[in-house]
Every structure is written in C-alpha cells, then in structure tokens.
C-alpha cells in the first residue's frame, strides 16, 4: 500500500514521525530489489545467543564382527574441535534537517536524506552480507579453522583415525580437474576414516568462470577439447558469486559443493531493522538501520575448492 503524507500536516515536531515509514519502506524495498547470492551456498539460521557453538564429536567407524553370546563390541565417542559463531554488529545512520525538508520536500519524501539515503543503505547492507559471505570463502585457503588447518586444505585431520583428508584441487576449472574434485568429494569421510557419500550438486565460480562453468555442466559434448566424446559430466546447478571477485591476490576461485550437508552457515543474531531517532538538542533526525550476524563454516566436509590459479 502506498504511504501518502499531506505536506499541510507536517510539523517541526511530528515530521520524523512521519518520514519514518516512507523512508523504512524505502529502505526494505531496496534490500530486496535484487536476489541474494550467498544464501545459494550458505545456509541461513538464527543464533539464540551471542555466540552459537558447533562441537565436533567423533565417530564409532565401521561395525566389529561378533560371535554368538559374547558381549557388545564397545566403542566411546571422542570430543574433538568446536566451531564458534560470535555475532557481529552492524549498523549505518544518516540525517536529515528540518531545513532538507522544507527546502527538498520532493527527496526527502523519496527516501534521500543528509549525505545518503534509505536506498543506498539498503543496498550498502545487502553488500557488507555478500562480501562477508564471500571472505569465508577467499580467506578459506588460508585461514586456520576449527582443526587447526585452512577451509580448504590437503590435511584436515580426523579425531579417530591417523588419516588425513585432502579437499582441494590446484588450477582452473576445466573439465578434467572438475572431475578429479568431484571424485574427491566422494571420498570424504568422517572421523573415524568412513566414507560419508558426499555428492557435489552445485558448482560455484568466480564470474570469470561464468561461461566455462555452463559450458562444462551444459554442453552436450565434452567441453574445451576437440573430441567427440559426451559430456559425462553430471548435472551440477551453477552459481556464479560476483562477490568472489572482491579477492585481491588473483585468484579465480571455484568449488563444489554438497548443499545437503551442513558445512557454511550464515547466522542472524538480529535480523535488519530501520527506524529513527532526534537528535539532542536539535530540530533534526536520524535515521539508522541496524543488524548483528556472523558467517562461518561447521564443517568442510561436503566442499572441493580450487584457487583457479
């Protein structure tokens, strides 16, 4: 429903109270004009407390023979790493003056205010949550995680078994090393060494991988060679992540990704929010939005990344 304000009825004391709605719909309508990418490969939950705490526990491997009348094979469950989720804050302001509206009554009413506007916060939110998202994946080659080793790294290590677990590929996205990372994806286990069957469904590229990716995933033939051969490829969905590209060391960053699994996470402590307040002493108002989230991974099991380089 479209909100009308009667320009006779504005005041020095009430036209806060009655800028806020338009300005609120302004802002809401502009965080969702334009589809997220991040909850594509993120899941999106909710903390109950300031920090959310995912423990990782062992795992009992594969059953033990036994013989008849003897007692149960026994087995303990070890404690291993925790994965912790802090909530972060969020927030940006502007003003608008008692003078803006009367001399810019038209703008004001458009949602724009003193040096911004509820649009241009809307879409600067929509923004800080896609590059948040996306720096877990670029730090992710790097960082040091819950085990002790990056997101993406050649030795995850297991609580009940000496093995270690290799989740990357090296180079570009090409039909060959797309297969070698599905096939490793298939030989993901738990902690004890078993194999879980994890099974890649998505495909997600820096842009620049766009048109390679759905010729891999779309083409009837093999893709970037010459030979008749089909495309044994299977049917993998593809996201391209425009955020991937805010990396600065050069890489071309690709991976798969069983969606089915509980691995990246994007937890809202406090979802957005957008209202104003006066300013002390002043005739002005300010105008905020307001929100608390953090992203992550649980586990990185259910994901095969490359650095594309």
């Not at 990056?150 to 609580?159: C, D, G, M, T, V």
């Not at 993901?188 to 995933?217: M, S």
Request: charged share 25%.
């Amino acid at each position: 429903m479209e909100i009308k304000i009667m320009p006779n009825k504005l005041t020095r004391t009430n036209f806060g109270e009655l800028l806020t709605p338009v300005h609120k719909k302004v802002f809401f309508d502009a965080y969702d004009e334009k589809k997220k990418q991040y909850d594509k490969t993120f899941k999106i939950d909710e903390m109950n407390a300031k920090q959310a705490t995912y423990p990782h526990l062992g795992s009992f491997g594969q059953w033990a023979e036994n013989t008849e009348g003897s007692d149960f094979n026994l087995s303990d469950i070890a404690e291993g790493d925790v994965a912790t989720f802090t909530a972060k804050r969020f927030d940006k302001a502007y003003e608008v003056t008692w003078e803006l509206v009367q001399d810019d009554q038209y703008n004001v009413f458009k949602g724009a205010g003193k040096g911004g506007s509820a649009q241009k916060l809307a879409r600067g939110l929509a923004a800080t949550e896609e590059s948040n998202a996306a720096s877990v994946i670029i730090g992710g080659f790097a960082n040091t995680g819950y085990d002790g080793v990056s997101l993406f790294s050649q030795a995850h290590p297991l609580i009940d078994s000496a093995d270690t677990v290799d989740n990357t590929i090296s180079g570009a996205l090409t039909d060959e090393n797309l297969k070698a990372a599905l096939t490793k994806m298939r030989l993901q286990t738990d902690e004890a060494g078993v194999k879980i069957a994890a099974h890649a469904n998505q495909l997600v590229v820096h842009p620049d991988w766009e048109f390679t990716a759905r010729a891999l995933i779309g083409s009837e033939l093999q893709a970037g060679t010459q030979l008749n051969d089909a495309n044994t490829l299977p049917h993998l969905s593809v996201l391209v992540w425009d955020y991937l590209a805010d990396d600065t060391s050069g890489n071309k960053i690709w991976y798969v990704q069983d969606t089915t699994m509980d691995n990246l996470m994007f937890l809202w402590r406090e979802k957005p929010i957008f209202d104003s307040e006066k300013i002390d002493n002043k005739m002005d108002y300010r105008f905020y939005g307001y929100c608390r989230f953090d992203c992550g991974y649980v586990d990185w099991r259910g994901l095969v990344g490359s650095t594309g380089v």
